[in-house]
Structure formats: C-alpha cells, structure tokens
C-alpha cells in the first residue's frame, strides 16, 4: 500500500552536508554515528543540492528486420554533483585542487595553485535531514574528483565551484552506501551508544583497580 509518509525531501544537516577525509579512514557504519576526527567539513553546498547519477548504460542486440533481440549491461557509473560556495573555506579548497595545493589560512593567507595534478581517491560522506528529522547519510569509501564546472566571479552570485566525484567498487564491489533512519530511532541508537560507552569505561576503570591493587 502507498503510504504519504514515505515521501520525503531532504536538507542538509545542519553545520554542514559533504564531509571528505584522506583514503583508508574509518568509515561510519549508520546514519547516526560520530565521524572520525580525520573528516574535515566542506562547508555549505549551493541550494541545487547534491546530485547522484547512478545509471547502467546497456547495449541492444538486433536481429534482422529491427526487433531487439539482446539487451546487455554495460557500465555503471556512480557519480556525485555539488556546487561547493565556501570559497574561503581551506578544505573546501583543497577538495577542489588537491591537498597539496593549498596552504595556509584565511588568518596567515591562503596560497592555492591550480596544475594537472591527478586527483587522489579520498572518502566522502554526505549527512541530511530528511522529512520528520529522519536522518539520511550516504558513505562514498572510494572517489575522486573528475570534474569541476566553470568558476564564475560576479557580483550578485556567490563564487561556486560545481564539483563532481566519480565512485569506485570498495573491497565488496560497493560504491556507495545509504543509510535512513527516524528521529525516534536515531534517539534510541544514541542512547544505547551512550550506555556502551559508559558501561566499557566502567569495566575499564574496574580492570584499572584491580591490576594496581
């Protein structure tokens, strides 16, 4: 049965959407764990938001007189599109030309050189807010950026750099993940987290004690 609940649209979380991080970082296994200290954020995304192509091409057979008689899968690829607005952000800099093609800060200066330097592979993970603050995270474990639009320097517009990452199979022949999940799960996720937590610090501190005593 169709259900109106499940039609959502999606915002970015709040603080920031698109997160990268250097290739081999540890990767969030839900929608609501805490990302390790090696994601950096790229700050605001342009209203377009985030755009995922992920569609086979495929080839037809044809038989004499036209009629299809073979159709067969062909490439799949799994490509992301943003539009980076932060043009003063280092990271969101550096994702666009490379990590060593940015230094500094906006405080000290920041140098940025543009050359053909292949892009690394690097880990990306994009967090938004769903209907209901339902939480939405999507884990891309291998991708690098292939293309980047026309940058433009107006008055009324603010500078933008169209950003797209092209996707790679993981160990598991995955190139990208997505997790859901409600308000109230999340809650209850975050509790349970916490009482991990506490409990092993607990068991820890017990263990402590007894190998000093």
Known sequence: MAKAKN????KPKVGGAVWRAPAGSKLPKNAVEALDTAF?????ISEDGLTNANSPSSEDTSAWGGDTVLSTQGEKPDTFKFTLIEAMNPDALAAVYG???VSGTLETGITVK???????ACVWVVDMMMK?????RVVIPEAAVTEVGDITYADKSPVGYETTISAVPDDDHNTHYEYLISATGAASQATQSATGAASQATQSATVSKEVTA
């Open 7 to 10: 039609v959502t649209a999606a």
């Open 40 to 44: 950096k954020s790229l700050g605001y």
């Open 99 to 101: 990590d060593n093609n």
């Open 114 to 120: 543009a050359n053909s330097d292949p892009q690394p």
């Open 132 to 136: 209901d603050n339902a939480k939405k």
